[in-house]
């Protein structure tokens, strides 16, 4: 089955930097990667996902680079703020016929005022 | 607009004891439902899904079974908790099929002494 590997697991940045968290899937066929983002004791929150058919896509300061060929997906948060302290997941579906979604073991990221 | 329900919010039970979880979904209409399973600090691992009343397929085999009685309720249960159940519950939904967006509910915080 697929499997999807995170890294870094710890990011600490200063606040006004840039984050980049990267994930990478097994399965050649999978086609949508989203992005979660969970604060302490909350459920996640969708923040971005992108679709196979696409390789970049931004959102409020978000932005997801899809490279299919390396089976690579990442996330870069621009202008960073402590509000974005969080745990984040990144995710690709399953296409073996089952609906599933295999989650990465996420990333503890830490803005710093 | 859609709401996500879940009951209860926390539950501390004993070794041995069942379990019955409870997840609803208002303002849509034959979603498809999800059960996920956190362990504290740890990643997501989807255990259940159902595309329709009285249909789940169960991804992850945890001593746990789940049941779909109407369209918009999924239920999450077992005879005989272990210690390993411990750990945040979330239900979540889509309108479409695994390359769809997932959206979780608030969540069910279960400890098993």
């Known amino acids: 089955g697929e499997q999807v590997e995170q890294l870094p697991s710890i990011l600490r940045v200063q606040e006004g930097s840039s984050a980049s968290i990267n994930c990478t899937y097994e399965?050649?066929?999978?086609?949508?990667f989203p992005w979660y983002k969970q604060e302490p004791g909350e459920n996640p929150k969708l923040i971005i996902d992108i679709r196979s058919n696409m390789e970049r896509k931004q959102t409020q300061g978000l932005i997801v680079l899809l490279d299919k060929k390396a089976k690579r997906f990442s996330l870069h948060i621009t202008d960073t703020q402590p509000g974005d302290s969080a745990m984040y997941f990144c995710a690709a579906s399953e296409t073996s016929g089952s609906w599933q979604l295999i989650f990465g073991s996420g990333t503890q990221l830490t803005v710093m005022p | 607009a859609q709401t996500i329900h879940q009951w209860p919010v926390a539950e501390i039970k004993a070794v041995g004891s069942p379990l019955s979880l409870g997840c609803t979904i208002k303002g849509k209409s034959s979603p498809n439902l999800y059960w996920y399973w956190q362990a504290t600090g740890g990643t997501l691992q989807q255990l259940f899904y159902?595309?329709?009343?009285?249909?789940v397929e169960s991804v992850v085999q945890l001593n746990l079974s789940a049941s779909r009685p109407k369209d918009d309720q999924f239920i999450l249960s077992t005879e005989k908790l272990l210690l390993s159940h411990s750990g945040f519950y979330l239900c979540a939904w889509s309108l479409g099929g695994v390359q769809d967006t997932q959206y979780f509910g608030p969540g069910t915080r279960l400890l098993v002494l």
């Open positions: 399965n050649s066929a999978s086609n949508y």
């Open positions: 159902s595309i329709t009343v009285g249909q």
